[in-house]
């Protein structure tokens, strides 16, 4: 079964737009990263707001070439593409055999709600969270009330313009972690090298003291 990753940015107050769906906020860094995710996917699964969104405001689909999946209660279709599928019959069921049948990994387009139905059912694997260094004050919520599940850090990065990239995998009930976080790991090598240092230093001033024991001043004749 291939997986189901999405990647989104977000202010540090947890907003992923203003009220007015207005993503200005975004540095172009970020948008050209998660565009880049988009296009290196094979396979797009989009919540119904956002398709109809991006296809009203950004002049028609941009990814006609990627087979598209929208998750919606009924079908709203307005492209002549064939590439473009609605799934109306009860779709999370939909989303998980299209898990099942796809031969490549999936990347999710979607808000706040789409993103959380996807959290709720347990379908999404992977998030990448892109969190910018803005507070918008209020807008549209990153995600909504969920049922509580553990995530592990499997990958972080720092963008040129102090946006933090975090990657997380989904761990379902009852699995193990079988892989040490990397800020984990980068802090267990930086208690490491400040124990080594301790221990040079100790050993240094050891030697330090012994020499000076050792060395007997010359004494000035009345």
Known sequence: MKHLKTCIAVSLDGFIATKDNELDWMPENVRKEISAAYEQSGVLLAGVNTYTYIFEHWGGWPYKSKKTFVVSHYDTNVTEKKNVTFLTDMPLRAVNELKSSSETDIQVIGGGKF???????????????????????????????TFGSKWELTQNKILDN???????????????????????????????????????????????????SNIKLPVKSK
């Open 115 to 145: 993103i959380t139905s996807l959290i709720e059912a347990s379908l999404l694997d992977e998030i990448t969270l892109y969190i910018v260094p803005v507070m918008l004050g209020d807008g549209i919520r990153f995600i909504g009330k």
């Open 162 to 212: 102090q946006v933090v990239c975090l990657t997380y995998r989904y761990i379902p009930p009852g699995a193990s972690t079988t892989k040490i976080s990397i800020i984990n790991l980068s802090i267990m090598k930086l208690s490491v090298a400040n124990i080594t240092i301790s221990i040079l230093f100790l050993g240094l001033s050891f030697l330090f003291r012994k020499y000076e």
